[in-house]
């Protein structure tokens, strides 16, 4: 048997293969921001997103503690990657000002459809087959060196109160399809779908 050999590498980021997700917040002045973010984990029906601190988002969710996480389908990447230069905040922070620029209407930008809520204020975006809306209870600033080199972060806790998918998601009438639903997963920044190989299931499988 071979045994493998390894490098001491420092990758520029660590996304090993995560969800994407487009977050949407509450502007001062009532209109709804969205933004991708690729740093989430989900444990029962408590979110946790990092978010970049100079960010709209960041800022949002610390004023008004509501949001929606929409999941995008594997389809919707250059959707995605249109909203990925772009920030709300206005003028762009100088840690984001050689790559970024500023965009009012994101909606309008990634030809994206705001719908309304139904218990929180932000708007869901309707192409996302998975939408989440969320009440923000905590955020807290994340630490570490090579982090505060690019400006630093936050750790925004949120419950989510309300789930809406796509009707052809959705079997038994209460449970998401494995075998049809897809994130689109960010790999070291290349855009990727599931391959829908199934290995197997846990004992805790429903479906």
Same mark, same amino acid.
Not at 28 to 56: C, H
Not at 98 to 104: G, S, T, V
């Given at each position: ?10 990758? %520029? ?20 921001? !969205? ?13 946790? &997103? ?35 230069? &772009?920030?709300? %905040? ?21 030809? &994206? ?35 505060? %080199? ?10 989510? !109160?309300? !789930? ?5 998601? !959705? ?29 197997? %299931? ?6």
């Amino acid at each position: 048997m071979t045994r493998p050999k390894f490098q001491t590498i420092e990758p %520029k980021i660590l996304y090993f293969g995560t969800p994407v997700a487009l977050i949407s917040s509450l502007n001062e002045d009532g209109e709804t921001n !969205v933004a991708p973010i690729s740093s989430f984990w989900a444990l029962g029906w408590t979110f946790l &997103l990092g978010l970049n601190e100079s960010t709209k988002t960041a800022d949002n969710v610390q004023r008004h503690p509501e949001c929606v996480v929409n999941l995008p389908a594997p389809e919707m990447w250059p959707q995605v990657e249109k909203l990925a230069p &772009l920030t709300a %905040k206005n003028p762009v922070p100088e840690v984001k000002a050689a790559q970024y620029h500023y965009e009012r209407e994101k909606f309008h930008a990634a030809a &994206l459809t705001p719908l309304s809520s139904e218990l929180v204020q932000p708007a869901r975006v309707k192409e996302c087959p998975v939408q989440m809306e969320a009440r923000v209870r905590s955020t807290r600033p994340l630490g570490g060196e090579k982090l505060e %080199k690019i400006g630093g972060a936050i750790a925004a806790e949120v419950e989510i !109160v309300r !789930v809406h998918v796509a009707s052809n998601l !959705v079997i038994n009438e209460r449970h998401i399809n494995p075998a049809k639903w897809s994130p689109l997963i960010y790999n070291f920044r290349h855009y990727y779908r599931l391959a829908f190989t199934e290995l197997g %299931k846990t004992f805790r499988a429903e479906v």
